[in-house]
């Protein structure tokens, strides 16, 4: 079965940088798969970060990290990386990597602007990412 790991959290400063890991295990990266990422603070809902494809769908970033995290993927590692710059304490969340054997997530937030966690098979625990202010 698919598992997913996430990691690379940690405490860091305002306008500090983080690069967090989410390694894969049970599908190749040569089959099409997206793998995304999602955030939730104290109090809030879950949120769409980023995703990756395989297809040449290339990559979603919602509006509030866009210009300031990255997403790429190392597919003889199979990971995929969230690089994460000029953190705002606003950022402070529980971080977690999701993937789709498909591309239907994908699709769906380069269509409609948002990343859909239904749409999403597996998922990793997550890892605590704090920005102190």
């Known amino acids: 079965d698919v598992q997913l790991q996430a990691s690379g959290g940690g405490l860091v400063q305002a306008g500090g940088s983080l690069r967090l890991s989410c390694a894969a295990s049970g599908f190749t990266f040569d089959d099409d798969y997206s793998i995304a990422w999602f955030r939730q603070a104290p109090g809030k809902e879950r949120e769409g970060v980023s995703c990756?494809?395989?297809?040449?769908?290339?990559?979603y970033y919602a509006d509030s990290v866009k210009g300031r995290f990255s997403v790429s993927s190392d597919n003889a590692k199979n990971t995929v990386y969230l690089q994460m710059n000029s953190l705002k304490p606003e950022d402070t969340a529980v971080y977690y990597c999701a993937a789709e054997r498909q591309d239907l997530g994908i699709s769906t937030a380069l269509a409609m602007g948002v990343l859909m966690p239904d749409l999403y098979d597996y998922w990793g625990q997550g890892t605590l990412v704090t920005v102190s202010s």
């Open positions: 990756i494809s395989s297809s040449d769908l290339g990559t």
